[in-house]
């Protein structure tokens, strides 16, 4: 078997790549490359063959455009005659030009640097040299495309070839990119350090075959549903396609006799059109005389997978079809569902963390640098929910999912990254572009918080990290990312919080009857009561907190009770009854209001024992709790309500007394009484100081 030599020089003359059979046949070492060049440099003024070290050498060239050419010789030292090697001068190219087969070369940076008339053809160009320095990027769709280089990649790595794959390919030799089967071989090229200079690629169409063999194996397969009187509805067609035969289970899902179909057209019985359907099997078969297969929405939504197979006459002709519909509708929906649930969030709709992961390998290449990461995390989401219930936990995170859609751009990919973080991948985006992302999100949270005028504000603690060049890694980026978010949400949280427990205390002021002046007024009594009982200046702001929160859980509790103009039903008022267990969760949370959490949850206690919601008595109810109870009720009843008027405080301070040893602690009355006669004789003096029983209140530690 002949040995031939292979040169690559590029267009500045400098030898690319050799094998060692060229350097052989012109008596050079490996490492005489620049002498290998120099023979080379002579070829457009000498004419071939060349004799060089007692050997007469054929050669030939192709020519690789702006990438330079390819030198191809082999030793014809004793040719039987020169015209012999003459004809034998051109044989390997025009072997290769005349394989059916596709053959073609390239570079490590994955760009031909030569193609056969086959390969050519198959990508829609008249010539092989429109095909040099072109990439697959170039020819095929970019998913496509970037599933071949990351193919060859693996191949330029590991110098492994890819042999034996089939895949699914576009042929545009024809003007209609039909979708063909390609068997595939890539082949490494080595120089001679061993060094992968290149690949050599082959491909097959095999596109018959497969359909054969398809073919065979539906045909087995429907023959069987035939025979076992499957619902698939089979029908015989001619020319038309005209009807000739159906089945019962058309007969039956169109409510047709088959008198009242056959000899009609499909699509006029079908589909009520006066054409053919796009796309039609039966239609395809006629046309090709091969199977078909196609999936048909019919005008109801319906999904139909059709198998149409042509029936040959003597002379080869198509002489009817016969085909196979499945309804497939509920299949499809299933597989669309699987696929949606494999991929997104349920509960946002956002892609899930699956595909995120996926989504960085595919997007950390060269090309879409700089990448930026955002991490973001959904503040008080754990208050939300324990405070408002998973429900409306739900609706929050739903809340910030559509922000975060809304800021960032269609190609950028934002997904739930996992409970209450979110993540967004940002390709082609600087770390300035990326903080316009954040300030975008910022304000989006301030104008969803402004519109749904809830008991809280959205906020959202963030972090963003950069890929400025090829040779970082993701994962490094990715930690930073959130590391910064977590940073953010550090020094974000107190004034977080203080803007969260400030709308709490607006949304209260929204309650009927719990307007800004009944605060006040409660406020103000609080004061005076803390001063005659001779709280420090800690515990009376202590106490103002509870006067001003008591309520607190009410902001959880529906608007529609809150609001409600009449009396409560049982089932309602149980539900109102919550508040002060509601209230108590959501001031665990916040380190300001831990002082007043107990007072929050005991301020409907009742003195003897009757209250709720523990049915604490006496004692057992924090100070704090049952100086609020005593102000609360006589704010409530000396100011006016929807369904009554308010009572004078004459009235309202019998009320009181009435409850002492009841419903409150009668020496705390004691001294409410003697505050507010002390605030009406003249409310600009300073109360006077009271002592109270502390055995019978036993009175805990403000911070309890």
């Known amino acids: 078997m002949r040995k031939i030599g292979i040169v690559f020089v590029d267009t500045g003359g400098t030898v690319v790549a050799a094998n060692e059979e060229a350097f052989r046949l012109l008596s050079l070492e490996p490492q005489d490359t620049f002498r290998l060049g120099e023979f080379l440099a002579r070829a457009p003024q000498e004419p071939f063959p060349w004799t060089v070290g007692g050997r007469t050498l054929g050669i030939t060239t192709l020519s690789c455009g702006q990438l330079g050419t390819v030198f191809v010789f082999w030793d014809i030292t004793h040719p039987e005659n020169l015209q012999k090697w003459l004809e034998e001068k051109d044989l390997f190219l025009k ?77 545009r030799a024809t003007g209609e990119q039909r979708k063909i089967w390609i068997a595939t071989n890539k082949i490494p090229i080595f120089d001679e350090r061993g060094t992968i200079t290149g690949m050599v690629g082959v491909n097959w169409d095999i596109t018959e075959f497969k359909r054969v063999a398809e073919a065979l194996k539906a045909s087995e397969r429907e023959k069987a549903l035939i025979l076992d009187a499957l619902e698939d509805q089979v029908a015989y067609y001619e020319e038309g396609p005209k009807i000739v035969w159906v089945n019962r289970a058309v007969s039956r899902n169109f409510h047709l006799e088959p008198g009242d179909i056959v000899g009609k057209y499909c699509f006029e ?46 002379e080869g002709r198509v002489f009817r079809v016969v085909t196979i519909s499945s309804n497939i509708t509920a299949r499809k929906r ?29 997007l950390d290449v060269p090309r879409q640098l700089p990448l930026s990461v955002v991490m973001a995390d959904v503040n008080n989401l754990k208050l939300v929910n324990d405070a408002f219930g998973h429900a409306m936990g739900d609706e929050l995170l739903k809340k910030v999912a559509a922000i975060l859609t809304r800021a960032c751009r269609k190609e950028d990919i934002v997904a739930r990254w996992g409970g209450d973080e979110f993540v967004i991948l940002l390709p082609r985006t600087s770390a300035p572009a990326s903080q316009d992302v954040l300030q975008r999100i910022r304000k989006f949270c301030e104008e969803e918080s402004e519109k749904e005028g809830g008991p809280f504000p959205i906020s959202v603690a963030l972090g ?56 006040r007024r409660m406020r103000t009594l609080a004061r005076r009561m803390g001063e005659a009982l001779g709280f420090s200046q800690a515990e009376l702001e202590t106490l103002d907190l509870l006067a001003r929160l008591h309520d607190l859980g009410k902001v959880a509790i529906p608007r529609a009770i809150l609001f409600k103009p009449g009396p409560l039903t049982q089932e309602e008022w149980e539900e109102a009854r919550k508040h002060p ?38 004692g057992e109810i924090p100070l704090l709790a049952r100086i609020i109870a005593i102000i609360d009720a006589f704010v409530a009843m000396t100011s006016d309500r929807p369904n009554r008027k308010a009572l004078s405080r004459t009235e309202a301070l019998e009320e009181i007394t009435k409850g002492a040893g009841t ?37 805990p530690p403000l911070s309890e």
């Open 581 to 618: 267990e509601i209230g108590y969760r959501i001031a665990r949370v916040f380190p300001e209001l831990l002082p007043v959490a107990e007072g929050i949850l005991a301020h409907h206690e009742r003195f003897d024992g009757t209250g709720y919601p523990r049915g604490l008595k006496g």
């Open 663 to 699: 419903q409150f602690d009668p020496d705390l009355v004691r001294v409410f009484l003697q505050v507010v006669q002390k605030e009406s004789r003249s409310p600009d003096s300073h109360p006077l100081r009271y002592a109270v029983n502390r055995e019978n209140t036993h009175r």
């Open 334 to 362: 299933a597989e669309e569902r699987i696929l949606y649930l494999t991929f997104r969030d349920p509960l946002t709709g956002l892609y899930n963390r699956l595909y995120f992961e996926d989504a960085v390998k595919r």
């Open 464 to 519: 963003c990290a950069t890929k400025e060049r090829e040779d970082e890694d993701i994962d490094a980026v990715l930690s930073e990312a959130e590391n910064r978010m977590y940073r953010n949400k550090i020094v974000e949280a107190k004034s977080s919080r203080a803007a969260l427990i400030l709308s709490f205390e607006q949304s209260l002021r929204e309650i009927p009857g719990e307007m800004e002046t009944h605060y």
């Open 269 to 314: 019985v079908f589909e009520k059109r006066d054409a053919p359907c796009s796309g039609c099997a039966t239609v395809k078969a006629f046309e090709s005389g091969k199977p078909e297969e196609a999936e048909v929405i019919s005008h109801d939504g319906t999904v139909w997978h059709q198998r149409a197979y042509p029936i040959l006459d003597e």
């Open 95 to 171: 072997i290769i030009n005349a394989l059916p087969a596709h053959v073609y070369v390239k570079d490590t940076n994955h760009r031909f640097i030569f193609a056969n008339e086959a390969e050519a053809r198959h990508h829609g160009f008249s010539s092989p040299e429109e095909m040099i320095g072109k990439t697959d990027f170039d020819l095929y769709p970019e998913e496509l495309a970037q599933r071949y280089w990351d193919e060859e990649e693996e191949l330029l790595r590991t110098g492994k070839p890819l042999l034996n794959r089939e895949r699914e390919d576009l042929d």
